[in-house]
């Protein structure tokens, strides 16, 4: 029960035939190998796997690919400028030390992206329940509040 | 995951004519709770009807006495919806207490009804506003749709296409939430019409969501959160899992329902 897929994937078109019950996130890290979106929990708890759909933060195991028809998806892959400057919330996410282990950043960095997008100077109370989607196992999220509050602030300012 | 067959139909009449024709089909709306439940194999159809192609069930509509709300209509949409802010914010206040922001920017209404899950946000105020659910066939009284666990009204291939609230005088959602799920433990919704009619609908306690009508009788005498601080409510019948049991469940519908009131009065 294969089915055509096309989308675009940072920027770039891409399609391919999958199995129809392939995962969105298993579409990118398997068939795009971009490995960069991980997968924690696969139950749709730890947001390990958000990536914007539509500028939008989603989590990516919890759609089949075909739900992504059409939709254009950014990954973490796709943050950083080409040359590999930071963008200014992975930047500040480096500044204060917003990671340790990392495996749940790429997830962080994408919900973080999209909702500093409405909150350019945002509380830390705002960002705490707008992490409610992302697990860390390391940090305590401290010093990822702190980041995002720093990143948002650096998104604004730059535009 | 088992396998299925993927369509995606470009109107509700095909969608419908997909899903009768299917002897395990299954509509997809955001997939937030089907997609995982077939990740699980809780869920095994043999087909999957899409209905993001679906314009028509994309429409929030907010008139003076009602918001009507199309079946593919995002959580996220509601939540930030200025005439929804304005009109009935206790609606919109409700829309974005549910599960997180991304499962918020992909859930929809018309699943989370068809779906049913005991402990979900929107059938407290389906509830408690006496909402009408629109399908391809008929319109249901909010009051007869509920069944029990995972039961509705809905007939097999019978599609929700549109939820009307009628606009209260005031109202407020207050929700005790498992702090890992974000799933409702107990949720409460208070509406005060005017003239004495008042409901309360209660989502998270029971099998499905349910009116409490000792307390609306309450209401009715005086809108006030002391009418309803002294009530006890019976346990019998209410959930018991690893969250919480039936007595504390039924403890939380006082203070969820006082607390409301509190936040309708506001």
Redo the contacts between chains.
């Keep these: 029960m294969s089915v055509k897929v096309s989308m675009k994937v940072n920027g770039q078109p891409v399609s391919a035939e999958l199995e129809s019950r392939t995962l969105l996130v298993t579409f990118i890290r398997e068939h795009l190998r971009l490995t960069g979106t991980h997968v924690g929990c696969d139950t749709a708890q730890c947001g390990a796997c958000t990536v914007l759909m539509n500028g939008k933060a989603i989590k990516s195991c919890s759609i089949v690919a075909m739900q992504a028809e059409g939709a254009d998806i950014l990954t973490i892959e796709g943050v950083a400028k080409p040359d590999g400057t930071l963008h200014p919330m992975q930047a500040a996410f480096k500044e204060n030390h917003g990671l340790q282990c990392g495996f749940c950043t790429p997830g962080m960095v994408m919900n973080a992206l999209d909702f500093a997008k409405s909150h350019p100077n945002p509380t830390d109370q705002e960002v705490r329940e707008a992490l409610e989607g992302n697990l860390c196992r390391c940090t305590g999220y401290h010093n990822i509040v702190k980041s995002i509050v720093a990143g948002a602030r650096a998104m604004a300012a730059a535009k | ?6 369509h ?1 139909p470009a109107n509700l009449k095909d969608a419908v004519a997909l899903a009768e024709k299917k002897d395990e089909g299954r509509y ?1 709306a955001g ?2 709770s089907l ?2 439940a ?3 194999r809780l869920s095994a159809p043999t087909d ?1 009807v ?1 209905l ?1 192609a679906l314009q028509d069930l994309k429409a929030l509509k907010v008139e003076p006495g009602a918001v009507t709300v199309g079946a593919m209509v995002r959580h ?1 949409e509601v939540a930030s919806s200025s005439s929804v802010l304005k009109t009935l914010p206790a609606l919109a206040a409700l829309a974005g207490q549910i ?5 918020r ?2 859930g929809t209404i018309g699943g989370s009804l068809a779906n049913n899950d005991p402990a979900a946000d929107y059938p407290a105020a389906v509830l408690g506003l006496g909402a009408t659910i629109t399908t391809n066939k008929r319109k249901i009284e909010g009051d007869k749709f509920f069944k029990g666990l995972y039961e509705t009204a809905l007939q097999p291939g019978e599609l929700i296409t549109a939820v009307t609230f009628p606009v209260p005088k005031r109202a407020a959602y207050m929700k005790f939430k498992n702090p ?3 799933f409702a433990i107990v949720g409460v919704f208070v509406a005060d019409f005017g003239g004495g009619n008042v409901r309360v609908g209660v989502t998270g306690a029971g099998p499905c969501a349910f009116r409490q009508s000792e307390m609306e009788q309450a209401l009715k005498k005086n809108f006030a959160p002391d009418s309803v601080a002294g009530i006890k409510v019976s346990p019998d019948g209410l959930n018991n899992d690893l969250h919480a049991s039936p007595e504390y469940r039924a403890h939380l519908i006082t203070i969820m329902a006082k607390r409301a009131v509190e936040a309708a009065l506001k």
Excluded: C, I
């Design positions: 995951m088992r396998a299925f067959e993927y995606r997809l997939g937030q997609v995982q077939m990740k699980l999957l899409d993001n996220a599960g997180d922001r991304q499962v920017h992909l890992a799920s974000r």
